[in-house]
């Protein structure tokens, strides 16, 4: 069946380091790619997606590149700053295996001034 | 902001007694989900409804029941609370088929 696996956390970063947060799917069909945040007490937001091979997601400074022959997607950005300090989910979902949303374990990363 | 509201927010129970929990929307979106978050496990869906009355099990669905008889309310309730249900509990709706989810803020839910 579909499934994400993402990188264990927690991350600890400097301001203006840079990050990468892995993450690597299982699917049988062409899913859609997602990058969920979730800020501390609050949901999770959309932070980008990909719906195809090639494209590329990016919000906020973060970007990531649906890769089809390495089943990947994984989050980087530049230069973090402190308020980027959260929970970071990726996801996947196949219109056509269902309706659902596949999540990974969630990567908690830290950024410290 | 995708008007989503969950009721109550916080929750301290006993084992045994039932609870539900609402979600709310005001978009009318057909797809509505439920998960629980807990640590070292992401997020699991519980149970997800794709219209009023049609409902499906989700990953975690022992001890969870749902209704749906209207489109803007989707109801989780545990019919009677163990500890193992100790959870932080998100909805989540759907705009369509392959589209983005959209949360809501969380019910923080204590089971003693």
């Known amino acids: 069946g579909d499934s994400v696996t993402q990188m264990e956390g927690p991350v600890t970063l400097s301001e203006e380091a840079f990050l990468t947060i892995n993450c690597t799917y299982t699917a049988t069909g062409y899913p859609s790619l997602f990058w969920y945040v979730q800020y501390p007490g609050e949901g999770l937001q959309l932070l980008l997606k990909?719906?195809?091979?090639?494209d590329k997601g990016s919000n906020k400074g973060f970007e990531a590149t649906y890769r089809k022959e390495t089943t990947s997607f994984h989050l980087e950005k530049g230069s973090v700053q402190v308020s980027d300090s959260a929970v970071y989910f990726c996801a996947l979902s196949d219109v056509r295996t269902g309706n659902q949303f596949y999540f990974g374990t969630g990567t908690s990363l830290t950024v410290i001034p | 902001d995708a008007g989503i509201t969950q009721s109550p927010r916080h929750k301290v129970t006993e084992t045994g007694t039932p609870v539900t929990l609402r979600c709310h929307q005001t978009e009318n979106h057909r797809y509505m989900y439920w998960y629980r978050q807990d640590p070292g496990h992401g997020l699991r869906l519980i149970h997800y409804s794709y219209g009023v009355k049609d409902t499906d099990k989700g990953e975690v669905s022992d001890g969870y029941s749902v209704s749906r008889s209207k489109t803007e309310d989707f109801l989780l309730t545990l019919e009677s609370a163990t500890s193992s249900q100790t959870s932080v509990y998100f909805c989540a709706i759907r705009t369509g088929p392959g589209e983005t989810q959209y949360f809501g803020p969380g019910t923080r839910l204590l089971v003693l």
């Open positions: 990909a719906t195809k091979a090639d």
